[in-house]
C-alpha cells in the first residue's frame, strides 16, 4: 500500500509528550503487522542537538549511523525496537543549511530563494525521502514545539501542502493538547483547547483527532464540548491521562481506541495487536519484589533529562531482574573524600555517568576509589571509564599526575589521549566519533558472559581514548582490557581483576537499550548490585502493599 502520514503537533503548552504519544500510536500500529516508523522535526535552528547544553536539550542521542539527534528518538527506539537514523531527525538549521548549499551551488538556477516554496519543500523532501523508502506503511511525524511557535509555521505549513500532495486519505492531523484541571472550581477546563485548535486552523490545518491531557478522567459531556467546538467527532477526542510510567501509555491509548480510529480514518486493513508481552514488562515495572539504590554520579544531576537512556535503561534491567532500580542522583560537583561515605551510603552499584570537560571529575575519581575499594558493583560509561582508567593509574600504579589530556594537557602519564584523527579539527559539531563500532571481546571476561558472543556492536561518541601505550602496565597492576575495536584496536571495555563486577566502557550502551531487549552489561550490572545488596543484608523485599505503590 502506499505510505500513510500521520502529523503530530502539540499546543497550549510544550512538554505535553508528543514524544510519548508519538511512541505509543507508533507501538500499537506496529502491533497490528504494520511497519512504522517515526520522524522528529525540531524548529531549532542548531544544525544538531550535538553542541547544545545538556541543560538546554538534555541528552542527545546518537544513532547506529552517527547522527547526533533530539532524546524522543530513544524514546522510538525503545518502544518500537527498531533502530533510527539520521532520516529519524530533521532541524531547521539543517533545511536551512541545506537550501543555501544548494543556492551557493546554482540548483535553483538564479530564482529568488524564499521560505515558501523552497524551505517548505525542503522540508517536505525529507519528509516524503522515508515514506518513498518502500520500508515503511506508516511514518509518524512529530513536529517539536507548540503550534503558534514563529520558528514552526514553516513546518505546519510544509505538512499542510503535503496533505494536498498525497492525498487527504493517506495522511492524519492529530494535535496533542491540554485540558486543565481547576481545583477551585472543581472541573475541567476547554477553552484552552478550543484557542489551540483555532490556531492550528488559521494555518490551514485542521486536526482529525485531538488528544488531551488531563488530570482528570473526560466525561461524556467533556467530550462532546470539545468535539463540538473543535470540529471533530466525538470518538476522536482521547484522553491521555497521567500515568505512573511512560510505559503504561501504550495500553491507555488502547483503551481510549487511538489506533483503531487512526486505522478507521487511513482505511487500513490490519490486524488486532497483541500486546501480552509489553503488558508483562509493564506489570514487571509496577509490580517488583525487590528494590536496591545504584548511585548515579554525573555534574547534571540536577537536570535528570540528560541521562534519559541511562534512567530507562535501568527500568529495563530492573524488570528483567523483578527489582526496582531506585537511583540515587550524586553530584560529582560536591563529591569529596569528606562526604563520601555519607552520600553513597546505602547504595549497592555505582554509575559513572558519560560528560565533557573537567567539572566534577575530582567526585568522580572519588566515588570510583570508594566502588574500587569497597568491591561496589562499577559500571563507567564513556568519560566513567576513562576516570576509572585515571584513578586505578593514580591510586594502584602510584602514577600520581595520571590524567587525561581533556583536562591536564602537561601530564606525565597521558593515560587519555585525545584520538590521533582529532587533533586537526577545530569544528565541534558532528566531528567526534560518532555511531555504531564493533567491538571484539576476550574470553571469560564480564562482558563476554554479559553479551554470550564474541563480537559486538555499540554507539560512541567520544574525542578522547584510553592510551594504547599504557595498557600492558594497567594488566600487570590489575586492570585489563576485555574489548577492542579489531580495525584500530582501539580500547572499548576495561575490568577491574580481584573485583565482583568492576567494568568500564568506552561506547553508550544505553542507547542501544529496549523493553524488548534490555542492554546486557544494564541486566548484569543490576544482577551483580542485587547480589551484593543480598550479601550485606541491604536488598529491601517488597510487600504486596509497597509493589502497589512503587513507580
Known amino acids: ?57 538534555g541528552e542527545v542521542y546518537v544513532t547506529d549511523d552517527g547522527a547526533e539527534t533530539d532524546l524522543d528518538l530513544g524514546h522510538y527506539e525503545r518502544f518500537l525496537g527498531i533502530p ?18 544548494k543556492e551557493r551551488q546554482g540548483a535553483y538556477l538564479g530564482q529568488t530563494v524564499q521560505v515558501i516554496p523552497h ?53 492524519l492531523s492529530i494535535h496533542l493538547t491540554l485540558v486543565p484541571y481547576l481545583k477551585a472550581a472543581g472541573e475541567l477546563k476547554t477553552k484552552p483547547t478550543q484557542h489551540s485548535v483555532k490556531t492550528i486552523y488559521e494555518l490551514g490545518m485542521q486536526p482529525d483527532i485531538l488528544v488531551c491531557r488531563a488530570e482528570v478522567p473526560l466525561d461524556h459531556g467533556i467530550r462532546r464540548k470539545i468535539a463540538q467546538f473543535c470540529n471533530v467527532e466525538i470518538e476522536d477526542v482521547i484522553a491521555s491521562l497521567d500515568a505512573r510510567s511512560i510505559y ?20 487500513i486493513q490490519a490486524e488486532e495487536p497483541d500486546l501480552e508481552r509489553w503488558k508483562q514488562f509493564v506489570e514487571a515495572v509496577s509490580n517488583p519484589s525487590h528494590r536496591i539504590r545504584i548511585a548515579l554520579v554525573g555534574k547534571y544531576v540536577d537536570h535528570q533529562d540528560a541521562y534519559m537512556s541511562i534512567v530507562e535503561s535501568f527500568r529495563h534491567a530492573g524488570a528483567v531482574n523483578n527489582c526496582e532500580v531506585e537511583i540515587v542522583w550524586v553530584s560529582s560537583d560536591h563529591l569529596s573524600k569528606d562526604n563520601v561515605e555519607e552520600l553513597l551510603q546505602g547504595v549497592t552499584g555505582v554509575l559513572v555517568a558519560p560528560g565533557f570537560g573537567g567539572r566534577g571529575i575530582d567526585g568522580k575519581l572519588v566515588a570510583i576509589t570508594h566502588a574500587r575499594v569497597n568491591k561496589l558493583p562499577f559500571l563507567g560509561i ?50 567526534m566519533r560518532l555511531g555504531a563500532y564493533d567491538c571484539a571481546l576476550e574470553d571469560d571476561s564480564l562482558a563476554a558472559h554479559a553479551y554470550d558472543k564474541p563480537l559486538i556492536s ?25 574489548g ?14 580481584d573485583h565482583p563486577w568492576f567494568v568500564g566502557v568506552q561506547f553508550h550502551p544505553e542507547l542501544k537499550s529496549t523493553v524488548n531487549r534490555p542492554h546486557p552489561l544494564f541486566v548484569k550490572f543490576v544482577e551483580a548490585s542485587m547480589q551484593y545488596a543480598s550479601e550485606i543484608g541491604n536488598i529491601e523485599h517488597l510487600s504486596v502493599e509497597t509493589q502497589s505503590k512503587t513507580n
Not at 511512541?23 to 553542541?51: C, E, H
Not at 525529507?126 to 520558528?151: F, N, W
Not at 501509555?249 to 487511538?258: C, D, I, W
Open 119 to 171: 524551505i517548505t519543500d525542503e522540508i517536505k523532501s525529507r519528509v516524503k525521502a522515508i515514506g518513498d523508502s518502500g520500508k515503511y506503511d506508516i511514518v509518524i511525524v512529530e513536529i517539536g514545539g507548540t503550534v503558534g511557535d514563529i520558528e514552526g509555521l514553516p513546518y505546519i505549513e510544509a505538512m499542510r501542502q503535503l496533505r494536498y500532495d498525497v492525498g487527504r486519505i493517506n495522511t
Open 1 to 57: 500500500m502506499e505510505p500513510k502520514y500521520i502529523f503530530v503537533t502539540g499546543g497550549v503548552t510544550s512538554s505535553l509528550g508528543k514524544g510519548i504519544i508519538c511512541s505509543s500510536l507508533g507501538l500499537l500500529l506496529a502491533n497490528r503487522g504494520l511497519r512504522v516508523t517515526i520522524q522528529k522535526l525540531d524548529p531549532y535552528i542548531n544544525v544538531d542537538p550535538g553542541t547544545m547544553n545538556p541543560y538546554e536539550h
Open 484 to 497: 577492542r575495536n579489531p580495525e584500530r584496536d582501539l580500547v572499548e571495555i576495561v575490568e577491574a581483576e
Open 458 to 482: 555499540e554507539r560512541h561518541r567520544h574525542r578522547y581514548e584510553l592510551n594504547n601505550r599504557y595498557i600492558n602496565d594497567l594488566a600487570l597492576q590489575g586492570l585489563h582490557v576485555t
Open 382 to 431: 564513556c568519560l566513567g571509564m576513562q576516570c576509572a582508567v585515571i584513578e586505578f593509574a593514580r591510586n594502584v600504579c602510584g602514577w600520581d599526575d595520571a590524567n587525561s589530556t581533556e583536562f591536564n594537557p602537561e601530564t606525565s602519564y597521558p593515560i587519555v589521549d585525545l584520538m590521533l584523527e582529532q587533533k586537526n579539527i577545530n569544528d565541534k559539531g558532528g566531528t
Open 248 to 267: 503504561e501509555v501504550p495500553l491507555l491509548m488502547k483503551q481510549e481506541g487511538l489506533d483503531q480510529r487512526v486505522i478507521k480514518r487511513l482505511q
Open 84 to 101: 533510527t537514523s539520521q532520516d529519524n531527525n530533521v532541524t531547521t538549521g539543517r533545511i536551512y543549511y541545506d537550501v543555501i548549499t
